[in-house]
């Protein structure tokens, strides 16, 4: 028998890549022992990225979900991750430092077992510190390489990161395979030179499978040295989401690997809960098209996870674009029109702003920048006239340095507007702002160990604080921010 490969379902990644919005608790309460039943999964994402803020759309406190999802999965010896954006922490912005460290006891305390450090740029300066506020709040600490295929991302230089987050006291590596666009070979030739020199790490596989490529890499980095990999289940897998364990654990049995089996009872239990979710209210956020696969994707290089998002924005501006082509009467844009449009503006912007790996928030930076100049092309003002602060943040090196050169017209660009380029590292708090919140949010809401069981994110921002006792004061109860609950005699 083979070396022994290990799986994990990403069952928050597989909403967010479909359509960004999540079950409720008593949802996903009724599918957790179901992926226990299935009797593959060694892993499950339960948590992080988005899925503290869109949880929100149903009322809830997220936190609280967290807590009674991990539960059935822990009593069964499953261990839960979540995705952490580092500089970020949960956010698509930069987080003080205390509440980032904060946030891994508070994750730690409901039950997350492993975090997934990332950093979009790949900027370790965002990374490290991480590693050690995980580790000493008892969690494991995988780092991840945000991988993508470009003239600057080579062997040599993901090897050197991976070095450098595994000297840092990373207990795991994770090949972030965002937009599956990384090539078979490359990472399997990366997978191998890590393991060569770093034989006791784990290194897992996280890839998406909307270009195509996300079964040969598979087999690619489990034939040298892979220890896990991220599937999906139907009705979510495949299209621009993940590939489905079914086909994952045919293909590497067959392949000579030690792999468990699946309950297919079980298997299709969880399939029909997860259609119920998707018939009952998330199907409404889960556009079509990202269940199709497209080799357009390895162009431009877009990830899956911000497919649901970005179809809706691509909507939106479809619409203004063609109430200004039908003023200057010439034909309307399709959405697949739309859609070409915005690949190869795309692939056009990217290398001008230093190659970004395409994943969160620079990803969106991305997009947003070539969507808005579509818009401006359109009204017949040029490129890169509507940025906003954080599209000049990443080009300026406020949230770490972007792996490439800026092109020179938007460094003239940024001169001309007042702007300066830094590479100071990229942190936005000191040591002891927590304190200084922590007393504030006591005064606002009252007992601060309520924070441990609420959102880590919401301390600390002059705004939340005030979002609260505006809360409080129009009796809207925190942090469900649901009006209170009233007696009834009817059937919930």
């Not at 069952?11 to 608790?25: E, I, L, N």
């Not at 698509?92 to 997350?112: I, S, W």
């Not at 940025?387 to 406020?398: A, F, N, P, R, V």
Request: with cysteine; charged share 25%.
């Amino acid at each position: 028998m083979g070396k022994k490969i290990q799986f994990s379902l990403v069952y928050r990644d597989m909403w967010q890549s479909s359509g960004k919005f999540q079950p409720r608790k008593d949802q996903l309460v009724r599918i957790a022992p179901v992926f226990v039943e299935m009797g593959c999964f060694a892993r499950v994402e339960t948590n992080g990225g988005a899925f503290e803020q869109v949880c929100l759309l149903a009322g809830e406190n997220p936190n609280e979900a967290v807590r009674a999802y991990c539960k059935p999965l822990h009593e069964a010896g499953i261990k839960t991750h979540m995705l952490d954006r580092g500089l970020n922490a949960l956010r698509m912005y930069p987080v003080p430092d205390d509440v980032r460290r904060l946030m891994y006891k508070v994750k730690h305390a409901q039950g997350t077992d492993i975090t997934r450090i990332f950093d979009g740029l790949n900027d370790v300066r965002n990374i490290i510190p991480s590693i050690k506020w995980a580790k000493e709040a008892g969690m494991t600490a995988q780092t991840a390489l945000c991988i993508t295929n470009s003239p600057i991302h080579t062997l040599e230089y993901y090897t050197k990161i991976a070095d450098e987050l595994i000297a840092a006291g990373a207990d795991e590596i994770c090949l972030k395979d965002m937009a599956g666009i990384g090539q078979p070979a490359l990472l399997g030739k990366l997978t191998k030179a890590i393991k060569d020199k770093h034989p006791e790490i784990i290194i897992e596989y996280h890839g998406h499978s909307g270009p195509g490529l996300s079964m040969a890499s598979i087999l690619e980095v489990c034939n040298n040295g892979a220890d896990i990999i991220d599937t999906a289940i139907e009705p979510l897998s495949w299209g621009k989401v993940h590939p489905d364990i079914i086909s994952v654990l045919s293909m590497l049995k067959n392949e000579g690997f030690d792999v468990p089996e699946i309950n297919m009872n079980a298997y299709m239990k969880a399939r029909a809960l997860t259609q119920e979710f998707i018939d009952e209210w998330l199907g409404y956020f889960i556009n079509p098209s990202n269940k199709i696969m497209s080799s357009l994707l390895l162009g431009c290089g877009l990830p899956g996870g911000m497919m649901g998002s970005m179809m809706a924005d691509l909507g939106g501006i479809r619409q203004t674009i063609n109430n200004l082509r039908k003023k200057k009467g010439e034909d309307e844009l399709s959405m697949d029109d739309m859609l070409v449009k915005l690949f190869s503006e795309v692939e056009y912007v990217w290398p001008r702003v230093g190659y970004p790996p395409l994943v969160t928030p620079f990803s969106q930076y991305t997009k947003n920048i070539a969507l808005m100049n579509l818009l401006t092309m359109e009204q017949g003002k040029g490129r890169f006239v509507m940025m906003d602060e954080s599209m000049w943040g990443m080009i300026l090196g406020k949230s770490g340095k972007v792996p490439g050169a800026i092109d020179p017209e938007l460094v003239e660009l940024a001169k001309k507007q007042g702007r300066e380029f830094t590479d100071a590292t990229p942190t936005r708090c000191s040591p002891m702002r927590w304190m200084t919140s922590a007393k504030r949010w006591t005064g606002t809401v009252g007992n601060m160990g309520k924070t441990t069981r609420s959102s880590s994110n919401w301390p600390c921002t002059p705004s939340n604080i005030a979002t609260i006792a505006a809360d409080r004061r129009r009796k809207i109860s925190w942090p469900t921010c649901r009006p209170p609950k009233m007696p009834s005699s009817e059937p919930r």
